[in-house]
């Protein structure tokens, strides 16, 4: 036998009819293997990195609910609402424009309108006319009144902002 006789045998290959056989299949199919495991490990640390964001914006959005909340509870429980009350609620939804959307941040300010109306019957002065109690008391009322409309959609409009579905 001479040297350019001798028939080269490879792994993996049928030597009568030249079929791969399943070590080449195995190595050709591993390639696509781990470029879908690649593939599904960064979806996956997408979703991670997704759910850390609304977890990040979970607690920064929470700490204005509970603001809003607060300040609410107190000017209606108390019938009265204190520069300190507006410096709390100012101070706890600063930044609303960048956590909420322009109609949240609306609703804040409007709801911020609804509480300065209570603002200004929180005393009587000494030297007023006859009747004007009354009136001041009908326009309190009615700001009360409107309070608790908000206060009961405080929940209803903060919801979709504190969900955290997965």
């Known amino acids: 036998m001479d040297l350019y006789s001798f028939q080269i045998i490879t792994l993996g290959t049928d030597a009568a009819n030249g079929q791969a056989t399943w070590p080449q299949y195995l190595t050709a199919l591993l390639t696509p293997l781990v470029a879908a495991l690649g593939i599904w490990i960064a979806f996956n640390?997408?979703?991670?990195?997704?759910?850390?964001?609304?977890?990040?914006?979970?607690?920064?959005?929470?700490?204005?609910?509970?603001?809003?909340?607060?300040?609410?509870?107190?000017?209606?429980?108390?019938?009265?609402?204190?520069?300190?009350?507006?410096?709390?609620?100012?101070?706890?939804?600063?930044?609303?424009?960048?956590?909420?959307?322009?109609?949240?941040?609306d609703y804040l300010i409007e709801l911020v309108d609804s509480l300065g109306r209570i603002r200004p019957f929180n005393g009587l002065p000494d030297n007023a006319p006859e009747g004007f109690a009354s009136e001041i008391e009908m326009r309190e009322l009615e700001a009360l009144a409107m309070l608790e409309v908000h206060w009961d959609k405080l929940d209803e409009k903060f919801a979709p902002y504190l969900s955290l579905g997965h």
């Open 45 to 105: 640390q997408w979703k991670t990195a997704r759910m850390k964001l609304k977890l990040d914006l979970f607690d920064k959005r929470v700490a204005v609910y509970e603001t809003v909340v607060r300040v609410v509870r107190e000017t209606v429980l108390e019938v009265h609402f204190t520069d300190e009350m507006l410096s709390d609620y100012v101070e706890g939804i600063a930044g609303t424009r960048w956590l909420y959307d322009e109609k949240m941040k």
